[in-house]
């Protein structure tokens, strides 16, 4: 936040609720659960948070609005 303050904005530590991404364009991000995250980065164009979660890019926007913008989840083949 504008203070320094680190928090959590996505998910929590729980591998027993794993649940697949919504093959949804576009998702309210209580409805999102990670299974690996492994890179994150932070556009400066319009700080929405870049998340790479399982081949698949995650945008999430300042009104908490989750999109894919790169990738499939592979169930929705």
Known sequence: DQNGVISTLLGFNDLTSARPLSCDSVMDISQVRLEWPTDLS??????????????VVLQISENHQVRIVAGRPMHCQ
Do not use: E, F, G, T
């Open 42 to 55: 932070v556009s400066p164009m319009d700080n929405s948070l870049y998340v790479l979660d399982n081949n």
